[in-house]
């Protein structure tokens, strides 16, 4: 019978214990593992098509995350929701994502990951095209459909990358999974652009939640014709290829012995007490704070910030005017792709004199978006215009895991509804007028602007103990 992965070109003269072919850190506990010759052919070219696909359902999974943003002042206005409310739409996402993925992540290493994936597309698309036919009678339904999407996206953007991991050897692994990730700004991007744009077309906000289904069909059928329906799954041995085309556990050195198995509770206490973990992991929740609430708000902003200036005139009616989230949109792609690019390119030379690059980038990126960030706030009213290792590796999927946790709980899933609590509470203190519904959104902002600063101090902090902490585990 026809092996899925024959095509790869992988030979193993000594193939390990079935308990040793477990994906994950878990894997060759205890035992000497075998030396494996592997041969070093180059991916075929069924490895790129699937990468294609998986590639391209993690576009269409980041458009619809950003669906509400770019048509946001239509959905506030057809559900009569106050900005709190509204801010609870993407909370509800998150929160239901980020409870979701653990689950998926857990499924994935122990059932069919294709048959998993399928179904959360299926899913996902099914409740959004479901979610275009609530009335505004029903908006807490509204709000439900947002977190069975979230539930359904969680399922693919936990294992697609384990897929893409498994199809490459470590040289081109680290460069699809590069590609993978950087559909993750054009998908946001394109979400504000495909909801404004058929808003725009259409006359109805509703059929922006119309179109993506469509293509999340399009993606289950090429999951369904062009991925194995098992995809062999590389232990860390397998990952570890030598220049000679052979590998060794690092328990079979001379003087090199394995470190005793830990409990779940001993790697949570370790990771508390490594700094650069803890300071990083502030860092990138400061950032996920600042982004989802940004992500979440600016087109609106940007609205009654033209209402105050006299350039537009109030939405009333059915469909409002949602250029700013074509051009939001646009801008979200330019300047990720760009911001990716120019992050990673800078990291990579500036590491070549400083080990402390990776914190230092990331601290002066956020030092300068947050500075940026105010001004854009302080002048919106006049101008539009201006508006890593060093963790073990096994316990490495604990530490992401917990990462992705506290980033979410503390940053994303939470701001983009404590800014619209904000905002509505400044509003009934106030006249009920554009020029104070302008100001109670410019306020809020602020909030983003100093977590930003804390942000870039979370990243300076963790420059002090990276590469201390990353020694140290290189010796585990």
């Given at each position: ?340 690019i120019a992050g990673a390119e800078a ?41 890593f290792y060093v963790v073990t590796p ?83």
């Amino acid at each position: 019978m026809h092996n899925p992965r024959a095509h790869e070109g992988t030979s193993l003269q000594s193939q390990p214990p079935p308990e040793e072919q477990n994906y994950g850190a878990a894997a060759a506990h205890g035992r000497r593992a075998p030396v494996l010759c592997v041969s070093r052919k180059s991916p075929a070219k069924r490895d790129y098509l699937i990468a294609a696909v998986l590639c391209y359902t993690n576009l269409i999974n980041f458009m619809d995350w950003f669906l509400v943003p770019g048509i946001l002042l239509d959905i506030q206005k057809y559900f009569k929701l106050s900005d709190g409310d509204t801010g609870l739409l993407q909370t509800v996402f998150i929160l239901c994502y980020m409870l979701a993925a653990p689950v998926f992540g857990y499924l994935g290493d122990r059932y069919n990951r294709k048959i998993i994936l399928g179904a959360g597309i299926f899913f996902w698309s099914g409740v959004t095209l479901s979610s275009s036919f609530i009335s505004e009678l029903y908006y807490r339904l509204f709000f439900l459909s947002r977190g069975l999407v979230g539930i359904g996206t969680a399922s693919y953007s936990t294992i697609a990358p384990t897929i893409i991991a498994d199809l490459f050897e470590e040289g081109k692994r680290t460069t699809m999974l590069s590609v993978f990730y950087i559909f993750i700004p054009v998908g946001s991007g394109l979400g504000y652009v495909l909801a404004a744009g058929m808003a725009g077309l259409t006359g109805d906000w509703h059929w922006a939640f119309r179109i993506t289904p469509c293509m999340g069909g399009l993606a289950l059928v090429l999951l369904i014709l062009l991925v194995p329906h098992k995809t062999q799954r590389r232990t860390a041995a397998h990952r570890a290829l030598s220049i000679s085309g052979t590998i060794q556990v690092a328990a079979e050195k001379p003087g090199v012995h394995r470190p005793a198995k830990t409990t779940w509770c001993q790697d949570v206490i370790s990771l508390a007490k490594n700094w650069s973990f803890v300071w990083s992991s502030l860092g990138l929740t400061a950032m996920a704070f600042v982004t989802g609430a940004l992500g979440m708000w600016v087109p609106l902003f940007l609205y009654r910030a033209q209402l105050v200036q006299g350039t537009v005139s109030p939405c009333l009616q059915e469909t409002c005017n949602s250029s700013n989230s074509l051009i939001f949109g646009g801008i979200t792609i330019g300047t990720g792709m760009l911001g990716v690019i120019a992050g990673a390119e800078a990291a990579r030379r500036l590491r070549k004199i400083n080990n402390k690059a990776d914190p230092l980038i990331c601290a002066t990126s956020m030092f300068i978006s947050a500075l940026c960030l105010y001004v854009a706030l302080m002048v919106a009213k006049t101008s539009i215009l201006s508006t890593f290792y060093v963790v073990t590796p096994r316990r490495q999927s604990t530490a992401i895991a917990l990462q992705i946790l506290v980033s979410h709980l503390l940053g994303d899933a939470g701001s983009p509804y404590l800014i619209g609590i904000i905002s509505s509470a400044i509003q009934t203190k106030n006249d009920c007028s554009s020029q104070w519904s302008f100001r109670s959104m410019q306020y809020s902002f602020v909030v983003c602007a100093f977590v930003g600063v804390f942000g870039g101090a979370f990243f300076l902090l963790t420059s002090l103990y990276i590469e201390e902490d990353r020694k140290e585990a290189e010796q585990l």
